[in-house]
């Protein structure tokens, strides 16, 4: 079926974007594999809703309308067979045959009624309940009785009395299933196709559901934002656990015990809100948002996940998720094999080994009596794999996190069995153990006894050994202490704390990794000079064996989503290199080549409005090139300084400068601090620098927006310096005058001498293609380029120019965003550059421009103006 020409769209669309959804109504039509690549600032969320929701609209008419056709043409052929005949017995026989085809497709044509009717139902009752609620608006709520309330708080106290001890204790029974009793397990016979759309984040998802309201289908498609109970759950004493985990068999707990709310149907007549809409209706009507959201999905025909709610087995499970005939879109796929990459690898520290010890010997020596010689049996097991990962860094059970490593262990990275055999947790049953864990409540009852007894719960610590005459005195006078002491786990160093509170996750964490083919990963040995700061880390070297882990295995796990889903869609701003997801998702999935489709549209600005510069020279002539053997050289940072000096002389408003690193960020800073250039781009532009805690981010860049939109003279702008890969790299917006130049220093490859990138690059070149590796290291490189400079052109009145500083960026042209591309150009002397972003910046410098053009000044000559 050809695509339609014309999609319902809020506003007039752009050419490229009707490209867009036409290219994407017939992948899904075709149930392809999908690749599509859309600038950000080309309305890429309202192209994806449009087009989706209309190839929606119009399979369900068709399937309507096939099924009614079908139907009728057999009761033509029946009312045919009802005309006298002398062969009476064939006659009843052909009847009694198209009878019985008519049945199911009769029953299935019933259902889908019964489901639009019930779906028009539930439309009419939201709109009757928006109404009855703007009546009431203004009205004060009545407030409760002195009485009512101590009514209820006597109820919550006599539900909460409970015996400690008891409720510590292991359970042996299996563990209660993750539907809520009310829930219907019945197979429909109808069930309507659903779109999965999948972000990152939360908020990306909120965006999302902003742009759905201002199209066209807000008002006819049903729309459930899934999250986790983290996020959606509205019980104060469980939302204090802080970790998922702890939530999650907190929640169940209270399942149990019939605390569960019963008004779930009433949260599900809502039409399209986000999670926090959605948490709020909860909070107003006493309702949990969380199992609202899950009895919404059997008639959702909008399912707003997150990554790992597709992606993780676990996760996708317990929502019960079924991507079988469905269709999966993956929104900021840009990073889609990072994330399952860091979603499935595990990392554990001595620290975390020994604590989870501690806390777990000293939990089973005081209910050791009342547990089940099963119980005993498994936690004895968990214990022994304690014991020995410690033994990867010569440590014992008796060790102090802050007990030097001997110096001859060395970093090693091992197959998955070689590290079970040489730990000897090969004797365990890794698969039972964790199911007991998760049946007997573990996690949730070390929990409970280390917030109960935290002050008693006793780690080792080692004594600094000192000499000399005042300690000599001072070990007479305590002969008869131990020589070991003893301090609480809750005087730990905070930035630890929650290691060390819940440091039993953590092993969990890595104990299910082993359960991953051999194949599929490495685990990576990284001593450090103490015992508490080793690492030992599971590297998942295969992302597409959780790509297709949609309800089996985990070796089978994106095959099966290529199998089963209709269609999967994977869109972004900058998918280049697309070679990279084709290679390491869709064809080690087991896709064929013609399944595969790829489309990548241009920018909808204008050419003249972005301008890229690959910049070989600086204003003295020494080439850039900062690879890690020149990035010291104090003539390539006097150069870089001198070139950051004239860019800030001529460019207006907002500068964003890349560099590879956060050290060598630190490094370029300092040596331009010192030796004065930072004082002289402060008289045209306020520094500021990215912070490396999260908390700071935002102050930061509201200090950097404040210094643009109100420049103190003589400063016209801002320069801020910011790391590729760091916090200010994706998901934020440098329009307009917050990023009229970005500037990247160097390509920030990562480093080739680590033992997981070389044990990453292997696997690629054995399992892929034999220059897989080396591919995957240029494109890591490059996608993060990449990311950086389409931070600044946002929409289609915006411009910028992009500056990128190493003449290797010669020979990287075709791997940058085709928008960039196209005016790209490649510069041998740093006056050509000035030329070029004086014009780009609309800088009116009539005289300086003419000089520079009749080569009357050198590189030296502007340098000092």
Excluded at 29 to 37: A, P, T, V, Y
Excluded at 250 to 259: E, G, I, W
Excluded at 686 to 715: F, G, W
């Amino acid at each position: 079926m050809e695509p339609p020409q014309e999609f319902p769209f809020p506003f007039p669309a752009y050419e490229i974007q009707k490209r867009f959804m036409r290219e994407l109504y017939g992948c899904l039509e075709s149930g392809k594999l999908g690749l599509f690549e859309s600038p950000t600032g080309t309305g890429k969320s309202l192209s994806l809703i449009c087009s989706s929701l209309r190839w929606l609209v119009d399979h369900e008419g068709r399937r309507k309308q096939e099924l009614t056709s079908t139907i009728a043409e057999i009761d033509s052929k029946i009312k045919s067979c009802e005309k006298p005949s002398d062969n009476w017995f064939t006659v009843q026989t052909e009847q009694i045959e198209l009878n019985a085809k008519k049945q199911p497709l009769q029953a299935k044509l019933n259902a889908l009624l019964e489901h639009e009717g019930e779906r028009e139902k539930l439309k009419k009752m939201v709109e009757s309940k928006k109404a009855a609620r703007t009546k009431t608006t203004g009205k004060i709520k009545q407030q409760p009785t002195k009485k009512a309330l101590e009514s209820d708080k006597t109820e919550e106290a006599n539900s909460d009395i409970c015996d400690v001890e008891k409720d510590l204790i292991l359970e042996d029974g299996l563990s209660n299933s993750e539907s809520s009793e009310e829930e219907d397990t019945d197979e429909p016979l109808f069930k309507n196709t659903k779109i999965f759309f999948c972000s990152r984040t939360h908020s990306q998802l909120t965006q999302f559901v902003h742009e759905l309201k201002r199209s066209p289908y807000s008002q006819d498609v049903s729309v459930v934002p899934v999250s986790s109970r983290q996020n959606y759950c509205i019980n104060k004493n469980v939302t204090r656990l802080k970790h998922i985990n702890l939530i999650n068999e907190a929640c169940l707990q209270l399942q149990r015990k019939k605390t569960t709310v019963k008004k779930e149907k009433d949260l599900k007549r809502s039409k399209v809100q986000d999670v926090e809409e959605i948490t709020q209706r909860g909070q107003e009507s006493n309702t949990c948002p969380y199992y609202g959201s899950r009895k919404s999905l059997q008639n959702g025909q909008l399912i707003l996940v997150p990554y790992n709610s597709i992606l993780h087995k676990n996760t996708r499970t317990s929502l019960g998720i079924d991507l079988k005939g469905n269709v999966l879109i993956i929104d900021e796929a840009h990073n889609l094999l990072d994330a399952i990459e860091g979603m499935h690898s595990s990392v554990i520290t001595g620290r975390n080994l020994l604590h989870c010890y501690s806390q777990l010997s000293q939990y089973q020596k005081r209910f050791e009596s009342l547990f089940s010689a099963r119980s005993v049996m498994y936690l004895g097991q968990l214990s022994f794999c304690l014991k020995k990962l410690l033994t990867l860094f010569g440590a014992t059970t008796k060790s102090h996190p802050g007990d030097e490593i001997n110096k001859t262990i060395t970093p090693r990275l091992y197959k998955i069995e070689e590290f079970e055999v040489l730990t000897e947790i090969d004797t365990v049953n890794v698969f039972k153990l964790l199911e007991f864990v998760k049946a007997s409540k573990l996690i949730h009852k070390l929990q409970g006894f280390v917030e109960q007894y935290g002050n008693s719960i006793k780690i080792n610590e080692q004594r600094i050994k000192k000499s000399g005459v005042t300690e000599f005195l001072n070990s007479i006078k305590s002969k008869d202490v131990p020589s070991q002491e003893t301090v609480s786990v809750t005087d730990t160093p905070s930035n630890n704390e929650e290691q060390t509170s819940n440091p039993l996750m953590a092993i969990l964490s890595f104990l299910e990794c082993l359960k991953s083919s051999c194949a599929d990963g490495r685990i990576c040995v990284l001593p450090s000079t103490t015992v508490g700061q080793g690492i030992i880390k599971f590297l998942l070297l295969n992302p597409a064996a959780h790509f297709h882990d949609i309800g089996e295995s985990v070796l089978n796990t994106y095959l099966k989503l290529v199998r089963d889903a209709r269609s999967v869609v994977l869109a972004g701003g900058t998918m280049e290199p697309m070679s990279e997801f084709i290679d390491q998702l869709f064809l080690m999935a087991g896709a064929t080549p013609d399944r595969i489709m790829t489309f990548s549209c241009d920018h909808v600005i204008p050419k003249e409005n972005i301008i890229s510069n690959v910049v070989m020279r600086g204003p003295t002539g020494v080439e850039f090139e900062f690879n890690f053997h020149n990035r010291q050289d104090i003539r390539l940072l006097d150069e870089l300084g001198r070139a950051l000096l004239n860019l800030c002389n001529v460019v207006p408003a907002g500068i964003v400068v890349f560099f590879p690193s956060y050290n060598y960020e630190d490094t370029v800073f300092k040596h331009l601090d010192k030796s004065g250039i930072i004082s002289k781009i402060s008289a045209k532009k306020r520094i500021y620098r990215e912070p490396k805690l999260a908390s700071q981010v935002n102050v930061i860049l509201d200090q950097y927006a404040h210094s643009i939109k109100n420049p103190q003279s003589p400063c016209n702008g801002a320069l801020l310096f910011s790391v590729v890969g760091g916090k200010l790299s994706e998901g934020l917006n440098f329009s307009d005058d917050l990023g009229r130049c970005v500037i990247v220093v160097g390509l920030p490859y990562p480093n080739i001498k680590s033992p997981e990138l070389q044990e990453k690059m292997k696997y690629l070149n054995e399992h892929v293609k034999p220059d897989a590796g080396s591919s995957f290291y240029e494109n890591s490189c490059m996608k993060a380029v990449n990311q950086c400079i389409g931070r600044s052109v946002r929409h289609i009145n915006d411009y910028s120019t992009v500056v990128l500083l190493d003449k290797r960026y010669c020979h990287k042209v075709k791997v940058l965003p085709q928008w960039i591309q196209r005016s790209v150009t490649i510069n041998d002397s740093f006056g050509s550059v000035v030329v070029i972003v004086l014009h780009d910046c609309s800088i009116t410098f009539e005289y300086f421009l003419c000089q520079v053009q009749a080569r009357c000044f050198s590189t030296l000559e502007m340098h000092h103006m």
